[in-house]
């Protein structure tokens, strides 16, 4: 299963999303995306931030991950 919240946050698009491993956990995953207004943005990948029992809570921590590190930027 693989699920995905986008949202703006601070200029970037952040793409907070999961996936399930064999092992029955959850992956938590990133894609942050910054229009720099040139012809080519900014774009981060994160794999596997951390690992859950939930998806929900794997999603919920790329978010707070995703925030965090557009915050630490300036």
């Given at each position: 299963?693989?699920?995905?919240?986008?949202?703006?946050?601070?200029?970037?698009?952040?793409?907070?999303?999961?996936?399930?491993?064999?092992?029955?956990?959850?992956?938590?995953?990133?894609?942050?995306?910054?229009?720099?207004?040139?012809?080519?943005?900014?774009?981060?990948?994160?794999?596997?931030?951390?690992?859950?029992?939930?998806?929900?809570?794997?999603?919920?921590?790329?978010?707070?991950?995703?925030?965090?590190?557009v915050?630490?930027?300036?």
């Amino acid at each position: 299963m693989h699920n995905s919240k986008i949202y703006q946050y601070n200029g970037y698009k952040v793409v907070a999303f999961a996936h399930r491993l064999p092992d029955g956990l959850f992956a938590s995953n990133l894609l942050l995306e910054r229009n720099s207004g040139h012809e080519k943005g900014s774009r981060y990948q994160f794999h596997v931030l951390d690992y859950f029992k939930d998806e929900a809570q794997a999603i919920g921590h790329s978010r707070e991950w995703a925030r965090d590190w557009v915050d630490s930027r300036g």
